[in-house]
């Protein structure tokens, strides 16, 4: 029936019945703390460009994994910046690398809490490039994927819970597969970044990781963004592959993307947060244009609301102690 008779205001007149019929719910156990670990300097080294996120030492950041532990926070993900770089990134698979060396730390202190390890060369190579580099300077795609396996078998020995290969190399997922399957690490789930788009949101996480490229960008592998079609196929190759979860990242521009990935795949979907999406947000709010925490929380719940069954946050502290407060 319509007005009169129908009248859409009668659940929205009070917060109860607002909460009664409220179809998409927010909490900390959907959330992600993503952690930059350094190899040196102090234990905290602030990022400018993202207010409230520091790089850490290896035990500052166990205790920042405390504290999201403490907080309800699903897990951290975790991004290595190493003291020295190669050609090859080969501190991606030093068993004594950052990363490793952090989530040996981090589980011994929190065994609860899940541990996501980023698998990339970019954080570990002199030139910055999410692989290796042929003559012509293009990143080789099967020798990349080659050293990618190698990463990924390194973190799941130093106790990762899940692998996050973020490169964009075509055959990566099945390869790391049988990397994990051949190494006796079948359990250890993928979370792979399969649509990682190209984007200009990721400028304060490359300072973040010291990982901006020395020469060229990423577009020759990552997803344009104009391509939603391409993306449901990337994410659908990945999942024959053998991942156990898929991503979409930036998230705030692509909630078409994360519901569309969502319905295709029926698997679970994480949406990462990014770094100039919460620099923006900091910005805003620190010049008084917006209130930082109803902006915030309107964000994550519209990511849960495109389908986003986790969400990888820099806003994951506060965001969760915000949650609690609200109970």
């Known amino acids: ?16 019945l607002r909460g009664l019929v409220r179809e998409t719910e927010l909490s900390p156990g959907r959330l992600v703390l993503p952690l930059f670990v350094s190899e040196d300097g102090p234990p905290r080294t602030a990022i400018a460009a993202m207010p409230g996120v520091d790089r850490l030492s290896v035990s500052a950041a166990v205790a920042e994994a405390g504290d999201a532990a403490a907080a ?20 991606a698979w030093d068993e004594e690398g950052i990363v490793q060396v952090a989530t040996r730390a981090i589980k011994q202190a929190h065994p609860d809490l899940l541990v996501i390890t980023d698998v990339c060369l970019c954080e570990y190579t002199d030139h910055g ?14 020798a990349t994927v080659e050293l990618l396996g190698r990463a990924a078998v390194s973190h799941a020995r130093a106790g990762a819970d899940l692998i996050a290969p973020s490169d964009m190399m075509d055959g990566r997922v099945g390869a790391i597969r049988e ?5 006796g690490f079948s359990d250890t789930p993928i979370l792979a970044y399969s649509a990682k ?42 999942v024959q592959e053998g991942a156990d979860m898929v991503m979409v990242k930036p998230a705030l521009a692509y909630g078409d993307v994360i519901s569309a990935v969502k319905q295709a795949t029926r698997m679970p979907v994480a949406a990462y947060n990014v770094s100039g999406e919460y620099a ?21 719940t519209s990511l849960r609301r495109a389908g986003a069954d986790t969400i990888i946050s820099y806003h994951a502290k506060d965001a969760a102690q915000w949650l609690a407060e609200q109970t």
């Open 179 to 183: 990397e994990l399957d051949g190494e």
């Open 72 to 91: 309800g926070i699903a897990a951290v993900m975790l991004f290595g910046v190493p003291a020295e770089k190669d050609e090859q990134g080969s501190g």
């Open 1 to 16: 029936m319509a007005f009169p008779q129908t009248r859409m205001r009668r659940l929205r007149a009070t917060a109860g």
């Open 280 to 300: 923006m947000v900091k910005a805003a709010a620190a010049a008084g244009h917006l209130d930082e925490r109803s902006t915030v929380l309107e964000i994550l």
């Open 197 to 238: 788009f190209a984007s200009a949101f990721y400028g304060p996480f490359r300072h973040a990781a010291a990982s901006s490229p020395a020469f060229g960008d990423r577009r020759g592998y990552q997803l344009d963004p104009a391509n939603g079609e391409e993306s449901l196929r990337e994410a659908l190759l990945d």
């Open 129 to 142: 490039h999410c692989g290796v580099l042929r003559e012509d300077g293009a990143v080789d795609n099967d």
